[in-house]
Nanobody, 117 residues
């Protein structure tokens, strides 16, 4: 069983920055794909960014140029650097781990990000 521990959320003013972290348990981190999703109030969960085991990245159009996903396999940790934050980025952000070929996925508990003046 894989466990994901998220950190880094909080309250930030528009235009500010935050970095989310997601540390995974276990020994297979280097072969899994990692992603960040978010769920704004009253809306469905949506994919924000993903990074494959090989380092390829994907971003939702709404965050391109502002957010950067990365990973440190030595630390079993994925990151989401969020810059130029907007009020519409306010959401609960969830870390996702996807085991390729098996299709098994795991979720973090979520961390609140609030962008407000």
């Amino acid at each position: 069983q894989v466990q994901l521990a998220e950190s880094g959320g909080g309250l930030v003013q528009p235009g500010g920055s935050l970095r989310l972290s997601c540390e995974a348990s276990g020994s297979m981190f280097s072969i899994v794909h990692m992603g960040w999703y978010r769920q704004p109030p009253g809306k469905q969960r949506e994919l924000v960014a993903r990074i494959t085991s090989g380092g390829s990245t994907f971003y939702a159009d709404s965050v391109k140029g502002r957010f950067t996903i990365s990973r440190d396999n030595a630390k079993n940790t994925a990151y989401l650097q969020m810059n130029s934050l907007k009020p519409e980025d306010t959401a609960v952000y969830y870390c996702n781990l996807l085991v390729p070929f098996r299709g098994t996925e795991y979720w973090g508990q979520g961390t609140q990000v609030t962008v407000s003046s």
